[in-house]
């Protein structure tokens, strides 16, 4: 966790207050990693709809330790259920869902977002690297909103809200929200706008973080 | 008469031959056609083109067949995984090709190479360097890049069910790439947990229609990956 311990909104915080903007009867694909946590906090009375796009629409929670079934598993590839009224398909169904427009969230992390909501986080670029896709680059054409799911900065430090991405990009301007330990920003045409500062957390500290222009509603 | 059920996975695979290209199925562990790829590291078939969303795990299943230098060149989408370990070690000694493919651009070219599509544009990848030297063109005032549909000689697939026309049927999760797979190759090899009798598969729930599946061979408890990766087992068997 490094600089970030102990300031701002914890990942379970982070995943609670994304949950808390995902309206009733949504279709919703979680990224791999943090993202899976905003499932935990989806509010009761709101009914939400979980694809994974390896093939599953309904899935539920994390199975018993006997009820693990090796063919029952997310895009993550980790063992999960299927809720009642919960349907199989193949992955040209699957991403027929994601890249014609019709699931209507997708909460992914990052490692850079840029000003104009360009989003990197399938490559550091580094040339030892194994370059891995997955469904980064359709989920952030086709899906109608793109949440980011990250920290504010890198573990030294670094901003990952930058002016422009120095990372290869898995989409230019795909990102509509963007959900940090610090503060909710909208990306929209004019810039950054900051909609909520997590508690203790002020605009001047939020700037000196923040490797782009962020804006407030007010001004 | 119609019966694509044949006795073995050795009789199932013996038709590959040196430089095919081979489909085979799965996302991780779910759905890979474990015994089918054994057959075919038995059989020895070299040069392959494997299509596959990732490159195996451990040593068994296709991690083995990668390791076995059966395979020239991967297509597929996320080569990396926790347990994957034989595909990294030879990508970076220069030892294998790698044609990197988002997932849905993997599955929709390979659903455009069974329905006789030979391109087709998506907006997948536009400013990314995976679109750099693809064409791309402008529809609505957006832009889009253009995707060959892809097909194979072979594909290997597991399903749950199968009947002697080939129908098959899928086991939650593990469908994934096997239909659109089928379609995809000119010669579908289908492992099945369990074939039955002709009429015993309603038509209203077949998934993979037959005409699409060449031959089936019935292999009623398939191999864990997991539990090999756990008991730390290579292919071919120590």
Known sequence: MGINENKGWS????????????????????GIGLPELVANY???????????????????????????????????????????GACFFHHADSFTMV????????????????????????????PDAIPAVGGAMDLVQGVKTIIVFTQHTTKSGEPKI?????????????????YTDYAVIDVKKEGLF????????????????????????ES | MI????????????????????????????????????????????????????TGNGHIGLAALIENKQVKKMICSFPRTANSVVFPELYRRGEIELELVPQGTLAERIRAGGAGVPAFYTPTSVNTPLAEGKETRIFNGKPYVME??????????????????????????????GPVMCMGASRSIVQASQVVELGMLDPETVVTPGIFVSKVVEISNPLSENQLIKENRRYPWA
């Open chain 1, 99 to 126: 890249r014609g427009g019709h699931i209507d969230i997708c909460v992914l992390g990052a490692f850079q977002v840029s000003r104009e909501g360009d989003l990197a986080n399938w490559s550091t670029g580094e």
């Open chain 2, 3 to 54: 019966n694509k059920i044949v006795g073995t996975a050795a009789e199932a695979v013996a038709e590959i031959f040196d430089g095919a290209t081979v489909m085979i199925s799965g996302f991780g562990e779910a759905g890979s056609p474990i015994e089918l790829i054994h057959a075919l590291i038995d059989h020895g078939a070299r040069d392959l083109t494997i299509v596959s969303n990732n």
């Open chain 1, 162 to 178: 930058v002016e422009s991405c120095t990372y290869p990009l898995t989409g230019k301007g795909v990102v509509s929200h963007i």
């Open chain 1, 11 to 30: 990942r379970d915080q982070i995943a609670a207050r994304i949950a808390a903007d995902i309206p009733d009867g949504a279709y919703v694909n979680l």
């Open chain 2, 148 to 177: 060959y549909g892809l097909k194979a000689d072979f594909a290997l697939v597991k399903c749950k069910i199968a009947d002697r026309y080939g129908n098959l049927l899928y086991n939650k999760t593990a469908r994934n790439f």
């Open chain 1, 42 to 84: 989806i509010p009761q009375g709101r009914e939400v709809i979980f694809h994974t796009e390896n093939g599953l629409l309904g899935v539920g929670p994390s199975p018993a330790k006997e009820e693990v079934d090796d063919e029952l598993i997310n895009a993550g590839k980790k063992p999960v259920t299927a809720i009642p």
């Open chain 1, 194 to 217: 900051v909609r909520e500062m997590a508690p203790g957390i002020d605009f001047d500290f939020l700037k000196s973080c923040t490797g782009a222009e962020i804006k407030l509603y």
